[in-house]
């Protein structure tokens, strides 16, 4: 398709558990984002990346956080040992990469620790 | 972080009655943006405000960019059934190397009544 793909759509895990997150940006843009929507709440920044550059991890919570991006294109976000905290909605955004634009959001990874 | 204070934090209404929704900030954006959300769907841009004192129309939703640049107003005239969602404002600030961030509020869940 040519919007943002998010897999997979629900997760349900176990807490401690590692989960996987992906994200397919649209084809040519070259800045992807991740942010994190809890419950009742804006869209929180986790982590921006920009074509070669170093990603900007600023907004990740902590170190079980982690994400990589690969080739340019598709990113994964992992959280390890999760925790019930980290149950949220999972957005990846793209846009084209020259700064203040258009940030086009995929559907989202509900995530559920138990 | 930079926080958008957003209200009402939820509406509801009769079709075909008009809607506004705010967000101010302590801080100077140099973007606005309003944004819609589905139920579960990740948010699409609405309307985007660049310059202090813009007033911008899309169909139905009119949208403003404060002289101060701390706020900014969303209307929605004449509201249909598809217009229930949740509203985001979102806005970008000029800092340095970042001002790819958005900073988001936490929404407006709209209901509208047929």
Same mark, same amino acid.
């Given at each position: 398709?040519?919007g943002?793909s998010?897999?997979?759509?629900n997760k349900v !895990?176990?807490?401690?558990?590692?989960v996987?997150l992906?994200?397919d940006?649209?084809?040519?843009h !070259?800045?992807? /984002?991740?942010y994190r929507q809890?419950?009742?709440?804006g869209?929180?920044?986790?982590? /921006?990346?920009?074509?070669?550059?170093?990603?900007?991890?600023?907004?990740?919570p902590?170190d079980?956080?982690?994400?990589?991006?690969?080739?340019g294109?598709?990113? !994964?976000?992992?959280?390890?040992r999760t925790?019930?905290?980290d149950?949220?909605? /999972?957005?990846?955004?793209?846009s084209?990469?020259?700064?203040?634009?258009?940030? /086009?959001?995929?559907p989202? !990874?509900?995530?559920?620790?138990l | 972080?930079?926080q958008l204070?957003?209200?009402?934090?939820s509406m509801?209404?009769?079709?075909?009655?008009? $809607?506004s929704?705010?967000?101010?900030s302590?801080?100077i954006?140099?973007?606005?943006?309003?944004?819609?959300?589905?139920?579960?769907?990740?948010? $699409?841009?609405?309307?985007?405000?660049?310059?202090?004192?813009?007033?911008?129309?899309?169909?139905?939703l009119?949208a403003q960019?404060?002289?101060?640049r701390k706020?900014s107003?969303?209307?929605?005239?004449?509201?249909?059934?598809?217009? $229930?969602?949740?509203y985001?404002?979102?806005?970008?600030?000029?800092?340095g190397g970042?001002?790819?961030k958005?900073?988001?509020?936490?929404g407006?869940?709209l209901? $509208?009544?047929?």
């Amino acid at each position: 398709g040519a919007g943002v793909s998010q897999s997979p759509s629900n997760k349900v !895990t176990e807490k401690g558990k590692d989960v996987e997150l992906r994200c397919d940006p649209i084809s040519g843009h !070259t800045a992807l /984002y991740w942010y994190r929507q809890s419950l009742g709440q804006g869209l929180e920044f986790l982590i /921006y990346f920009q074509g070669n550059s170093a990603p900007d991890k600023s907004g990740l919570p902590s170190d079980r956080f982690s994400a990589e991006r690969t080739g340019g294109s598709v990113s !994964t976000l992992t959280i390890q040992r999760t925790q019930q905290e980290d149950s949220a909605v /999972y957005l990846c955004a793209s846009s084209l990469g020259r700064g203040v634009e258009t940030q /086009y959001f995929g559907p989202g !990874t509900r995530l559920l620790v138990l | 972080g930079q926080q958008l204070n957003q209200s009402p934090q939820s509406m509801f209404i009769q079709e075909g009655e008009d $809607v506004s929704m705010n967000c101010t900030s302590s801080s100077i954006f140099n973007t606005w943006l309003w944004y819609k959300q589905d139920p579960g769907e990740g948010p $699409v841009l609405l309307i985007a405000l660049y310059k202090a004192g813009e007033l911008t129309s899309n169909g139905r939703l009119t949208a403003q960019f404060g002289i101060t640049r701390k706020d900014s107003f969303l209307n929605i005239s004449a509201s249909i059934p598809s217009d $229930v969602g949740i509203y985001f404002c979102a806005g970008h600030r000029n800092s340095g190397g970042s001002n790819y961030k958005l900073t988001f509020g936490k929404g407006t869940l709209l209901t $509208v009544n047929p």
